[in-house]
């Protein structure tokens, strides 16, 4: 039932955001945009919900569980910033608006993008670290918690993954390759045309 609900809750979430984009550039409704777009918080409250009533109502604590608790950390840490760059795309693609700047490629630009892509997974993983750890108090000693304690590590091991890919763009910075960051003036300047 759990990952019925996470499924229903994901499909709710682009059905919900698609709706949004397409009020607020097809329509010009900025404000029920606006209010569609604050029902995405309801998606996750309801989940968690039910979560706990699960738990509650004795279930055992299962890995469904702890992917409930993984899917609203990232949504979390993760859901403003996946808004944000789908609202520039469909502004850009239904309103006529400037194309949308991808994510650096190259550089102190691409480790500064990473290093704060590693604090939203800190900040999904905290979240989900924090749901979880209330589910296990929750259940106190009387259920069996190992998956919800693995989940727990996974939710850390993912922090440390990233970290050290976040980490390896700062130590190694990606180089541009030969012409590709030259302004046209700098190509005009060394003769290259």
Same mark, same amino acid.
């Given at each position: 039932?759990?990952?019925?609900?996470?499924?229903? &809750?994901?499909?709710?979430?682009? @059905?919900?955001?698609?709706?949004?984009?397409?009020?607020?550039?097809?329509?010009?409704?900025?404000?029920?945009?606006?209010?569609?777009?604050? &029902?995405?918080?309801?998606?996750?409250? #309801?989940?968690?919900?039910?979560?706990?009533?699960?738990?509650?109502?004795?279930?055992?604590?299962?890995?469904?569980?702890?992917?409930?608790?993984?899917?609203?950390?990232?949504? @979390?840490?993760?859901?403003?910033?996946?808004? %944000? %760059?789908?609202?520039? =795309?469909?502004?850009?693609?239904?309103?006529?608006?400037?194309?949308?700047?991808?994510?650096?490629?190259?550089?102190?630009?691409?480790?500064? =993008?990473?290093?704060?892509?590693?604090?939203?997974?800190?900040?999904?993983?905290?979240?989900?670290?924090?749901?979880?750890?209330?589910? #296990?108090?929750?259940?106190?000693?009387?259920?069996? #918690?190992?998956?919800?304690?693995?989940?727990?590590?996974?939710?850390?091991?993912?922090?440390?993954?990233?970290?050290?890919?976040?980490?390896?763009?700062?130590?190694?910075?990606?180089?541009?390759?030969?012409?590709?960051?030259?302004?046209?003036?700098?190509?005009?300047?060394?003769? @290259? %045309?």
């Amino acid at each position: 039932m759990i990952v019925a609900l996470i499924i229903a &809750c994901e499909v709710g979430f682009w @059905v919900l955001l698609a709706l949004a984009l397409a009020v607020r550039y097809l329509l010009r409704w900025r404000r029920t945009s606006v209010v569609l777009l604050l &029902c995405e918080p309801v998606l996750e409250l #309801v989940l968690f919900v039910v979560t706990a009533i699960d738990l509650k109502s004795g279930a055992e604590p299962s890995w469904e569980h702890g992917l409930a608790a993984l899917y609203i950390g990232f949504t @979390v840490g993760y859901g403003h910033y996946m808004i %944000r %760059r789908l609202d520039g =795309h469909a502004a850009h693609r239904l309103a006529g608006g400037p194309k949308p700047a991808g994510p650096p490629k190259y550089g102190a630009a691409r480790a500064r =993008h990473e290093g704060a892509l590693w604090v939203r997974t800190v900040v999904a993983a905290g979240v989900a670290l924090a749901l979880l750890q209330a589910a #296990v108090w929750y259940v106190g000693d009387d259920g069996n #918690v190992a998956s919800l304690r693995s989940f727990q590590w996974a939710a850390l091991r993912a922090v440390g993954i990233h970290g050290l890919v976040a980490l390896a763009y700062t130590i190694w910075p990606k180089k541009a390759p030969e012409g590709e960051g030259e302004t046209a003036g700098e190509k005009e300047r060394a003769g @290259v %045309r």
